[in-house]
């Protein structure tokens, strides 16, 4: 069982970045997400990654200015946030599900498909 504990969340101007990590004894035997929630919004992903690595998945919302890596070695998955805009302020979550030796290169989408939740970290985009 694993606790994912967010952190790096802060105040940006737009245009800015931050980088969020996520950390946890035996995550790298888990695949992951990041996910976020606004007020008054439901919870929705922004990036996925396997368990080994090799798959990777962003929602339009996010592509090309997100991505998402993990360090294995360290128990650590990163979440560069580039460009960041008025409109990603949110609590961000990172979320985990234990993967199988069978299932390592695959990654989840919906909230519902993980096991274990961190508490969250506030990203503000604001000028």
């Known amino acids: 069982q694993v606790q994912p504990v967010e952190s790096g969340g802060d105040l940006v101007q737009p245009g800015g970045s931050l980088r969020l990590a996520c950390a946890g004894r035996g995550l790298s035997y888990y695949s992951i997400g990041w996910f976020r929630q606004a007020p008054g919004k439901e919870r929705e992903g922004v990036a996925c990654i396997s368990t080994d690595e090799t798959n990777t998945y962003y929602p339009d919302a996010v592509k090309g200015r997100f991505t998402i890596s993990r360090d294995r070695a360290k128990n650590m998955v990163y979440l560069q946030m580039n460009n960041l805009k008025p409109e990603d302020t949110a609590v961000y979550f990172c979320?985990?599900?234990?993967?199988?030796?069978?299932?390592?290169?695959?990654?989840?989408?919906?909230?519902?498909?993980?096991?274990?939740w961190g508490q969250g970290t506030q990203v503000t985009v604001s000028s």
């Open positions: 979320a985990a599900r234990y993967s199988l030796s069978s299932d390592t290169g695959t990654y989840y989408t919906m909230a519902d498909e993980y096991e274990y």
